[in-house]
């Protein structure tokens, strides 16, 4: 549910807030900053949802919850440096190089999905108490 919401919803709202930015920074730059700090959070909360819920005297279901909606966050700040990265690279290249910038920005999307999956993967591996086997 997560993924079709957030493309619903985060795109063409962070398109028009960025189209409408007067930072010094650009217009993208921001939010491609915002939703990189939103998601490396989430990522960090995710792992840590059961302890976090322990601090507040929740119990598995408020960790859950704590998880799901991690996972929220992450779809969606994800979605948001996307969008943003796509529109950064149609503002800076020539109509020329837009298609070459394109096909390089989606390339290094897959490489970087690839390499996501692999470092879990070494991490479920190596782990001794089974947490990252839970979560990967």
């Known amino acids: 549910m997560a993924g079709p919401l957030s493309g619903l919803i985060v ?3 962070i398109g028009v807030l960025a189209d409408r930015s007067t930072s010094r920074w650009g217009r993208r730059r921001p939010f491609m900053l915002a939703g990189c700090t939103i998601c490396a959070i989430a ?3 995710l792992g840590w ?6 601090w507040f005297g929740g119990g598995d279901g408020f960790a859950i919850a704590i998880a799901v909606w ?6 969606f700040s994800i979605n948001a440096v996307m969008s943003t990265d796509r529109a950064l690279v149609v503002d800076t290249l020539p109509p020329s190089q837009q298609e070459d910038g394109g096909a ?3 390339r290094m999307f897959g490489l970087g999905s690839v390499t996501g999956f692999f470092v879990c993967v070494g991490a479920r591996k190596g782990s001794r108490d089974g947490l990252v086997r839970d979560t990967c």
């Open 104 to 106: 390089w920005a989606g």
């Open 49 to 54: 949802a059961r302890t976090i819920s322990g």
């Open 70 to 75: 991690s996972i929220y966050l992450i779809d």
């Open 43 to 45: 990522i960090l909360q």
């Open 11 to 13: 795109q063409p709202l």
